[in-house]
């Protein structure tokens, strides 16, 4: 048995009938890392000596029958999540040498739960980006090539770009993202593994290092539909920290995977039909609607008006949040300081060295459509276009329970492509920024692979808190689509 192959479910099963240990799960997890990582930078940090006392924790609690539902379950966590005691990055260098004093609100959740906590993956600085090359500690490498190519190096999506790699190359059995804009979806689409961006509320967004307070919203990665929903069945609930969290049951996920899909109304958006999309991504569309029509599925024409704006008004809602809140990177509080001969030259230096390239636009970006003069032209305008993009899916809702549209339009991309022009870059996120300007939950799940053998996915977007409708029909798609083909680097541990 190759423990790094496992599902999360089959490795909680083992663990419980004692067919392995939590330490040798773990063990088994960190000689993989040893041997891929310096190719594939999925992890930022190890977490090597942390992980195994608590995966011997785990294994104490499992010979007492007292096991959570994640005990010695390893994964990785998207170093945006503060960890008590272990650097937090956010992918920047400004916040290097950030140890945080206490735990994010999500961490905590899988911690309570038993869950080994391998290391903190790799992202785009900040979380912006598409493609995990902003990152201040190098770029992540997809563990998928294209058939008979072994040069091109692929990027693995982003900004959760470490935390998709990590998974779909065997170095942890599931990880955490988040999704601002696409950030979950989007690396699973490229790296041929499902994720799950919740509603807006369903976690708690303490301790994550914020971007767009508005949008950030945490979620699961893993290799089966199902591992998703063992995963945020732990990481989601009320936070009296968080005041955007809701105070509602979490269902059981894992369960909703089973219900099938007989009777459900899906709807196609029209306006999803995009010129110059590859016909192998239509086709793949194509595929997707016929196999839930097969299983009992109703589909239905809907239309979502506003979809054309997504972009433009996401790229003034975005970085106008992200300049607010990147603002208390000063030098004085957190992380690195550059020193200067007065406190403004030392906010400036320090700013200057330690954010980089895509931040600083971001911020400037922002910045500017707050100002006195533009404040209306710009965020009020994208603001009131949000409230339309919102009303489009409450009136679709109506009459669907659930979208089913294409995750990305392309495959992944190789590093050095679509890096010359930004707004090539955020055309990446055309079909999953919608979802998060309405805040509804959205999830990637592999569908096939295109004529260069890599992973294509479709997404399946629900209504606001109903994660368990979006969790049935991806099952039911996970179960037609029977994907089973693996990356070329993955770990054999
Ligand atoms: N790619 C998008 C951006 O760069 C989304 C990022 C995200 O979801 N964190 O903003």
Known sequence: MTLTDLTLGAAR??????????????????????????????????????????????DAALARREAGPLAGIPLAIKDL?????????????????????????????????????????????FAMGSSNITSAYGPVENPWQRA??????????????????????RLALGSTGTDTGGSIR???????????????????????????????????????????????????GHDPKDSTSVDRPVPDYEAACRRGVKGLRIGIPREYHVDGMPAEIEALWERGKAWLREVGAELVDVSLPHTKYGLATYYIVAPAECSSNLARYDGVRFGMRENGEDLRDLYERTRAAGFGAEVKRRILIGTYVLSAGYYDAYYLRAQKVRALILKDFTEAFARVDA????????????????????VKMYLNDVFTVPASMAGVPGMSVPAGLDAQGLPLGLQVIGRPFDEETVFAVSAALERAADFSARPALRAEG
């Open 186 to 236: 989007q690396p699973a689409s490229f790296c041929g593994i499902p994720g799950m961006k919740p509603t807006y509320g369903r976690c708690s967004r303490w301790g994550i290092v914020a971007f767009a307070s508005s949008l950030d919203q945490a979620g699961p990665f893993a290799r089966t539909v199902e591992d998703c929903a063992i995963l945020l069945r732990s990481m989601a």
């Open 403 to 422: 979208l089913l549209t294409p995750t990305t339009p392309s495959a992944a991309f190789a590093q050095g492509e679509n890096m010359d022009d930004p």
């Open 148 to 169: 008979g190519d072994t040069e091109a190096k692929l990027v693995p999506g982003g900004s959760s770009g470490g935390s998709a790699a990590a998974v779909a190359g």
């Open 13 to 58: 099963e083992g663990l419980r009938a004692r067919e392995f240990t939590a330490r040798e799960l773990t063990l088994a997890h960190l000689r993989a890392i040893e041997a891929l990582n310096p190719r594939l930078n999925a992890y930022i940090t190890v977490m090597h000596d942390r992980a195994l006392d608590q995966a011997d924790a785990a």
């Open 81 to 125: 999540f503060c960890t008590e005691g272990t650097r937090t990055t956010a992918g920047s260098r400004i916040l290097g040498p950030f140890v945080p004093p206490y735990e994010s609100s999500v961490t905590t959740n899988l911690l309570r739960d038993g869950a080994v906590f391998l290391g903190k993956a790799n992202l785009d600085e």
